[in-house]
């Protein structure tokens, strides 16, 4: 246990990452019931969707979990929906809004913000968020440009006694000791939860995660052009999502001004709806370099558990052999 576990009342330090549109009902129970923070994305749902998936989730498990929305856009009414099924948590990026992390303090909710630079962090301690995610530009999705390695602990410098979870390039028990060893007291992986037998994104995306190499994954060109608007404030670095190279980013890079964004974005939008999307946009981070094999989630967790004390075993074997 530690005041991440113990706040947020699970029992291992992993976080199920939120996946935008992409569903992730009985990937989220999974994690959940392994003793970890399951979570659920909210992007392009009506607020309808949404309840269905939390009454489902629940149907699934007790545990806590964490409903998340995003600056890009913020939707109002899912968000006030969220605040009326009153989750354990409510995690958020892209914008570090005060008022609402009031509203759900209100509701004794707890608010995780994900930040990928200083500035961010400094804001959202200012704010009164709970946990701060710090997330490297190694991740998949949306995030800024400084690696997780020197983000995080700067960030836990700056955090003081709020807990902070590492997110971005973290896919086996190494990666996870590591971001204990820099101060985090837990991590949060995306890239390798796609490709675990509960996920519902396409068998052709997850067996490209287990074929990536780091280098094929990109930060999207212009992606302005094709990415939902910023509708709160940004603070500190843009960002930029990172996903497997496809035909539409090679296009984005050498020929921008021959996408037209308002058919793109229909495009995208009906693909994702349909539980596609692994042909434009496949948000996915440089970790997929570490995913090997498609496994159940719980297995997946105990896993990353048992390598985690491993690494830390062994870290410590290698210094008490006198390396200074
Ligand atoms: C498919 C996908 C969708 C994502 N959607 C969201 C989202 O809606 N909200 C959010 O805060 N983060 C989102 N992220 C970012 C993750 O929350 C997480 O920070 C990231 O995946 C961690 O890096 P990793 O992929 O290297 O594990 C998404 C990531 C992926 C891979």
Redesign the pocket.
Known sequence: MNDLTSLLGIDVPIVL??????EEVELAAAVCNAGGLG?L???LRSAKELQEQWRRLRDLTDRPFAI???GRPLDREAFEATLDAQPAVI????GIPAELIALAHDRGIRWIQ?VGDLDGAERALEAGADVL?A??S??????GWIS?LVLVPAVVDLAGSTPVVA?????DGRGLAAALALGAQGA???????ATTEMT?AREWKDRIVAAHAQDTVKVPHSELVMPPFTLPQVGAAFAP?VLRTPLTDRLETDPAGVDPAALAQQVREEVGAGRGQDLL??????AELVHDIVPAAELVARLIADCRNALDRARLVYGLGIP
């Open positions: 990452a939120p996946f935008g549109p992409w979570s994305g909210t992007a998340n929305h995003t995690s958020f990026h892209m994900a995610v997330q490297g190694e991740a998949g999705g949306n995030a997780t997110a971005g390039g973290i896919a949060s992986l995306g890239t390798r939860f796609l994104i990172r496949p948000f996915t981070g440089q970790s």
